[in-house]
C-alpha cells in the first residue's frame, strides 16, 4: 500500500500538477512530494498554484521537517529535495539531468527510504529526468504511473520513462488523483524500523546514489570516453537495459538525452567565445592599423587591416552559422 507519493514534473508541468493536487481530499493518508523544474533566480510561488482552501494542505519543503500524512512537500528553487526516513532533507548536491532540483533523486532516496510504500509519477516535460528514477521505484517494490504521453502538453518525459519500464498505469491528468486515492488505502503509519535504522547507521550518508550495489555506477560502471559538462571530470557510465547514464566524480548526474543537451550548449557556447575572440582580436588590428597610418607607415597599416578583415569574415560566418541555428531551433519549438 502507498503512502508516499512522489511525483516529478518539467515543461508544462504547473496545469498538470493542480489538476493532480487540487483534487486530492485533505485526510488522504499519504505524504506527496513535488518536483518540479525551476528557475533557481526567483522564488517559487508553485505551493500557493497548487493549494486550494478545500484540498490537502500544500507547503514549500522545509530541510530536517518530519513527513507527515495529508502534507504536500513542494521543492524549493536550486535545491535538491530528499527523503529521508521519517523526515525531509533539502541540499544543494550537484545537478543530476542539468537540473536542480532534480525528480530522479527524490525517487531514488524515496524507494531507498520506503521501498514498496512508494508511489512514483512522472509527469509532461522535456527530455528524461524521472524515468531512472521510476526504474528505481519499481526495483524496490513501488507503484508506478505515468501521464499519458498524448495528452502531456510536453511529452517527451512520459515517451521516455515508458521506454524504460513498464508503467503500472498510464493515465490523463485527470485520472490520477482518483488512482492515487484508490491505491492509499489504510491508516499512515511511520517509518519501517530495520530500512530506517539501516539508513540512518550509514556516515556520511549519500545524497540518494547508492540503491542497491547494482545502481552504484562507480563499482559498477567503467570510466567513459566522455567528460562532464558542467564540470570537465570523467563521467561513468552504465547501460541499464535500454537506459544509459552517466555520472562524474563529484556526482554531476546525466541520462543520454540530457548529456546531449548539455555538450550542445557547451559547443554553443565555445563558438560564441570564438566570435567575441576573434571580434576583438580584429578590432585590436585596426587599432594596431591606425596608429601606423599615424605613424606614417602605410605597409604595417594594410598588413593590420588585412588581418582585421579576415578575422572579422571568420567571425562573421561563425556568427551567422549561431544565429541560424537559433533561428531553426525557435522554429521547431514553435511547431
Same mark, same amino acid.
Given at each position: 500500500m502507498p503512502n508516499i507519493i512522489v511525483i516529478g514534473a518539467s515543461a508544462g508541468g504547473v496545469e498538470a500538477l493542480r489538476t493532480i493536487i487540487r483534487a486530492l481530499p485533505r485526510d488522504l493518508q499519504?505524504?506527496?512530494?513535488?518536483?518540479?523544474?525551476?528557475?533557481?533566480?526567483?522564488?517559487?510561488? !508553485?505551493?500557493?498554484?497548487?493549494?486550494?482552501?478545500?484540498?490537502?494542505s500544500v507547503g514549500a519543503a522545509v530541510d530536517g521537517e518530519s513527513i507527515h500524512p495529508s502534507h504536500v512537500y513542494v521543492a524549493q528553487p536550486d535545491l535538491h529535495l530528499l527523503i529521508e526516513p521519517g523526515y525531509v532533507r533539502l541540499t544543494r548536491g550537484p545537478r543530476e539531468n542539468r537540473h536542480r532540483p532534480a525528480i530522479d533523486p527524490?525517487?531514488?532516496? &524515496?524507494?531507498?527510504? @520506503?521501498?514498496?510504500r512508494v508511489l512514483g509519477i512522472v509527469l509532461t516535460g522535456m527530455l528524461?529526468?524521472?524515468?531512472?528514477g521510476l526504474v528505481i521505484v519499481k526495483s524496490e517494490g513501488g507503484k508506478t504511473i505515468v501521464q499519458d504521453p498524448d495528452e502531456a502538453m510536453f511529452p517527451a518525459m512520459p515517451r521516455n520513462a515508458l521506454k524504460v519500464i513498464s508503467a503500472d498505469y498510464v493515465l490523463k491528468a485527470s485520472e490520477i488523483?482518483?488512482?492515487?486515492?484508490? !491505491?492509499?488505502? $489504510?491508516?499512515?503509519?511511520?517509518v519501517e524500523p530495520a530500512r530506517a535504522r539501516d539508513i540512518l547507521a550509514e556516515y556520511p550518508r549519500p545524497e540518494g546514489e547508492k540503491m542497491r550495489e547494482e545502481?552504484?555506477?562507480?563499482?559498477?560502471?567503467?570510466p567513459s570516453m566522455f567528460t562532464c559538462p558542467d564540470c570537465n571530470g570523467t563521467l561513468w557510465e552504465v547501460q541499464e537495459g535500454d537506459l544509459l547514464r552517466f555520472r562524474c566524480r563529484v $556526482?554531476? &548526474?546525466?541520462?543520454?538525452?540530457?548529456?546531449?543537451?548539455? @555538450? &550542445?550548449?557547451?559547443?554553443?557556447?565555445?563558438?560564441?567565445?570564438?566570435?567575441?575572440?576573434?571580434?576583438e582580436s580584429a578590432a585590436l588590428e585596426r587599432r594596431l592599423a591606425g596608429d601606423a597610418v599615424s605613424r606614417g607607415d602605410q605597409l604595417s597599416a594594410d598588413r593590420f587591416t588585412d588581418v582585421a578583415e579576415g578575422r572579422e569574415e571568420h567571425a562573421s560566418i561563425?556568427?551567422?552559422? !549561431?544565429?541560424?541555428?537559433?533561428?531553426?531551433?525557435?522554429?521547431?519549438?514553435?511547431s
Open positions: 499519504a505524504a506527496v512530494f513535488v518536483v518540479m523544474h525551476l528557475s533557481p533566480l526567483s522564488p517559487s510561488v !508553485l505551493p500557493n498554484i497548487l493549494a486550494s482552501d478545500e484540498g490537502i527524490l525517487f531514488r532516496t &524515496a524507494a531507498r527510504a @520506503y521501498g514498496p528524461d529526468d524521472g524515468a531512472q488523483s482518483r488512482k492515487i486515492v484508490g !491505491l492509499v488505502k $489504510g491508516r499512515w503509519h511511520d545502481f552504484d555506477e562507480r563499482k559498477m560502471g567503467k $556526482g554531476h &548526474a546525466f541520462s543520454a538525452d540530457s548529456m546531449r543537451d548539455g @555538450y &550542445a550548449e557547451s559547443v554553443e557556447g565555445a563558438l560564441w567565445v570564438a566570435v567575441r575572440v576573434l571580434e561563425l556568427r551567422d552559422m !549561431l544565429m541560424d541555428n537559433e533561428s531553426k531551433e525557435q522554429n521547431v519549438s514553435d
